[in-house]
């Protein structure tokens, strides 16, 4: 079991690096606005469930099933990494060669280049994933806060930058672009994992018992959230889908907020104490009740 002081540590950074993103964000959010179209942000939303779906077969429940495995080895983290890296470039490529069919389905021929700088986005952020993971697991949230913070700093001031020299929908394709480099880069050179030329199918398997549970609840809850928009950009006008998007990602703040706040930090910490089953039942039904009585409040208030 993590001692209660560390705990407290990872709750602190933890919140300290989802409140000063979230709001630089919507800071950023606000100046964009008046700077960009509602089409630009309709255009850039239209990609979110190929972009997310993909995310997660890039990943298959391998980061989480990392986190919740106590006996972790080295060659593991590195059977892990080249295979997130290999998937990395298939579902890349494959996402850019269904480009012309995703621009096609929406009658939007800017979103087939759009579509092959994200999966672009997709293969570079592979190369982070075990460290952010394993920071996760270690509850070193301090490095993933300033990892976090210097990259939503650098990509907002890209973001401004080319949407006042008029780059339009590009100036949200470059946030995400110069956000994921930037971490990339931090991640390498603020945590000392390296990976070693070891690959295992034994060990991909033995993980996907419990990774690939969570990969097949992610797909139906991305397709879930993001199906309106879809739908929306289908049979209506794309700065409709833009204003539903903003909107929509304006009353989720608070609630992502604290949400993420309790389970980016009580994932690892129930890992720890998997095996005492009664005190994980414990422990997940006072982060249950401590969420709903701060999320009721909000979601009331803003109805």
Known sequence: MVDSRRIGKAVFWNALDLLTRS??????????????????????????????????????????????RQDSTHADESSIFFFNLMMGAVVAVLLCLASPGVAAFYAQPLLEPMTCWMAL?????????????????ELDFETLTKVGFFATLVSSGVALGMAASGWGVWSLVGQVLANTIVSVILLW??????????????????YFRFGGWLLWTSLLYVIYTNLYAMMIGKLHAV????????????????INIVTSMAGRVSFPVYASVAADKQKLARGLSKATRAVVFVTLPLMLAIM
């Open 189 to 206: 050179l603020l945590h000392a994992w390296r990976p070693t030329w070891m690959f295992s199918f034994a060990t991909l398997r033995s």
């Open 121 to 137: 986005n997709l293969f570079i952020n592979t190369f982070g994933g075990i460290h952010t993971a394993l920071l996760q697991k």
């Open 239 to 254: 700065q409709d889908v833009g204003y539903y998007t903003q909107a929509r990602r304006l009353q989720q703040i608070p």
């Open 23 to 68: 709001g630089l964000k919507l800071v950023v959010l606000v100046v964009l606005a008046r700077w960009l179209r509602p089409a630009d942000f309709g255009l850039f939303a239209m990609l979110a469930i190929f972009v997310a779906i993909a995310q997660l077969l890039i990943e298959s429940g391998f980061s989480q099933a990392l986190i919740q």
